[in-house]
């Protein structure tokens, strides 16, 4: 990073440009028609998605764990420590 050039002000926060929406659903109206269809969602469908989530939820957590584990070894091994704990 040592020829990167940053502008004077990069530190201060600046607000989100407008973006333009694409017209054709709000969030809002997005919004209540999810709510809507879970209201109606039966329970077959509420517990494979509780189901779904859980698993996906492990697998997330079992890989982020899988990271830090590397990135733990990866800054042991550059400050010169040999050794690598668990």
Not at 47 to 58: D, G, H, P, V
Request: glycine share 2%; charged share 35%; hydrophobic share 25%.
């Amino acid at each position: 990073y040592e020829n990167l050039i940053l502008p004077c002000d990069w530190h201060i926060p600046r607000k989100r440009s407008h973006r333009e929406s694409h017209g054709k659903i709000s969030f809002h109206e997005l919004n209540k028609q999810i709510s809507t269809a879970w209201q109606t969602a039966d329970d077959e469908i509420r517990n494979f998605c509780a189901c779904l989530s859980y698993i996906e939820s492990r697998k997330y957590n079992k890989d982020k764990r899988k990271t830090m584990y590397k990135e733990k070894v990866t800054r042991k091994c550059n400050t010169g420590k040999t050794t690598v704990t668990k």
